[in-house]
């Protein structure tokens, strides 16, 4: 019996440690779980609670975003946007109603109140109308416009007016940034900005038996952007958009600016444009008809203006002129392009082929626009 109950107090003091070694271990279990629970979850409550507070903070924040830095762009539409206005041809019947025929957009570029635009815009026009950036409308007078070069010179009577400033087009290159702005569709779209790059330079279109040297640009050009600004990144204007190729996307065309200031100056000097003038109407032969009727190749005069240069100097019809200024007429448009060099009053000499023989005359240029 006595080594029974030795056994059984043996056996219960086993029990009581294994117990307590369980006990011990749950509370190291348990502490060790709390630190590990209240270190973690705790973090990402609060992590969420900070991401919740900055989310309602993005909402209530009464800071402005005008402060955001300004890029070249935006810096362009504030400087020469107001200077871009909207034109309106308007026709004006017997009994004094107005009619819209057209509409486009110019440019102010003095302060007295001129602006330039396309002649196309206000060709035929009965009365003109421009309305300023801020909405206002005022009638403009017609000081001058050049079908040839399809630009146009207003004038209103408006004070403290906005001013775009010319650039110098023979600094721009293909692939500088160029922004068009203007009025595209009319009115209801005015002060439309569109952005691309220059895509070529000189770029010789045939318009309405017109030529023109232009900048070709994939900034969107639609109608009603005639006669509006094309500018660089500085804010000077570089063009006047003039063109563009309906059947194609991305092809808009302006005239460039050092092209247009002469004969800005000079439409507001005479209202016209002065151009020298040979007194002759012509037809090009080219290679082909040269062997086939076996004369020269050069301009053939069919008619000589009656006291005109080319009649004073003996140029008769059927004359075939092969050289100018000491250029061969190889091209329709190099006779043309020679006169560009000159100004009336200039003498012209000229070599033409007449029955078998070449001759040489001089010939004083007249005025195109008093012929």
Known sequence: MKFVEEKREKKVLRVLGLILVVFFSASIGGIIGGYYVKKNYSESYYNQISENKDKINNFSSKESTSYLPKNSITKVAELVGPAVVGISNNDVDFFGQESLQGSGSGIIFDKSGYIVTNEHVIEDAGKITVTLSGGKSVPATLIGSDAKTDLAVLKINVENLPVAKFGDSSKVRVGDVAVAIGNPLGQEFAGSVTVGVVSALNRNIQMDDRSY?????????????????????????????????????????AIPINEAKPIIESLIKNGYVSRPYLGIYFQFIDEDASRQYGVPVGVYVQKVVPQSGADDAGVRPGDII?????????????????????????TLKVKLYRNGRYKDFSIKLGDAYNR
């Open 213 to 253: 040297k232009v900048i070709q640009t994939d900034a969107s050009i639609n109608p009603g952007n005639s006669g509006g600004a094309l500018c660089n990144e500085a804010g000077e204007v570089i063009g006047i958009n003039s063109l563009k190729i309906g059947s194609a996307e991305g092809m808009g065309f």
């Open 322 to 346: 092969v050289s100018a200024g000491g250029q061969e007429i190889t091209r329709e448009e190099a006779l043309s392009e020679v006169l560009e060099k000159y100004k009336v009053g200039d």
